[in-house]
T-cell receptor, first 110, second 111 residues
Framework: AAGVIQSPRHLIKEKRETATLKCYPI?????VYWYQQGPGQDPQFLIS???????DKGSIPDRFSAQQFSDYHSELNMSSLELGDSALYFC?????????FGSGTRLTVV | GIQVEQSPPDLILQEGANSTLRCNFS?????LQWFHQNPWGQLINLFY???GTKQNGRLSATTVATERYSLLYISSSQTTDSGVYFC?????????????FGKGTLLTVNP
């Protein structure tokens, strides 16, 4: 069965650089979510999109932005990276029957 | 927002032992899922269980929605069961269309 696809799997950036993470949801799932998981923490909700419109927003820094495109894939853009942005970033999509998470992007800021 | 509490925070077992993990939540829910996060960081969905009981091999889960708790049972544990187990819920309020995670239970199964 198709899953949620995230790319890249790993990313190393320097402070103050910009990073773009991509997510391809399961076909016909109408909502996409982004989560951030710091070391030893639980995943924290960042932002979600329903039918390409932003539907909810969590504790997402102003340096981060996201959008969902016409083909339903989503991108999370992070600028002016800080050491504290180092984390696992998950994308998930949902339909009736629950949420499915991608394998995540591990971002390391050095 | 909805609150999710998991217990115990840490659990150490010998291979072959059974265990019960608990998840309490503060409000009514549309969705409750149990996840296993493996050492590589992947979140593996174990159960979608907003109510009732389900079983999958050595794992089973029960959610009593009226009393706002869910239990995950692991029987005959194996070393590969090690990792963090998360409970996550979607509240049924009008602005709660997202999963909120508990802090997790770190399970270590020793050979």
């Amino acid at each position: 069965a198709a899953g949620v696809i995230q790319s890249p799997r790993h990313l190393i950036k320097e402070k103050r650089e910009t990073a773009t993470l991509k997510c391809y949801p399961i076909p016909r799932h109408d909502t996409v979510y982004w989560y951030q998981q710091g070391p030893g923490q639980d995943p924290q909700f960042l932002i979600s999109f329903y039918e390409k419109m932003q539907s909810d927003k969590g504790s997402i820094p102003d340096r981060f932005s996201a959008q969902q495109f016409s083909d339903y894939h989503s991108e999370l853009n992070m600028s002016s990276l800080e050491l504290g942005d180092s984390a696992l970033y998950f994308c998930a999509s949902s339909a009736t029957g629950g949420y499915t998470f991608g394998s995540g992007t591990r971002l390391t800021v050095v | 927002g909805i609150q999710v509490e998991q217990s115990p925070p840490d659990l150490i077992l010998q291979e072959g032992a059974n265990s019960t993990l608990r998840c309490n939540f503060s409000d009514s829910v549309n969705n409750l899922q149990w996840f296993h996060q493996n050492p590589w960081g992947q979140l593996i969905n174990l159960f979608y269980i907003p109510s009732g009981t389900k079983q999958n091999g050595r794992l089973s889960a029960t959610t009593v929605a009226t009393e706002r708790y869910s239990l995950l049972y692991i029987s005959s544990s194996q070393t590969t069961d090690s990792g963090v187990y998360f409970c996550a819920v979607e509240g049924s309020g009008g602005s709660n269309y997202k999963l909120t995670f508990g802090k997790g239970t770190l399970l270590t199964v020793n050979p």
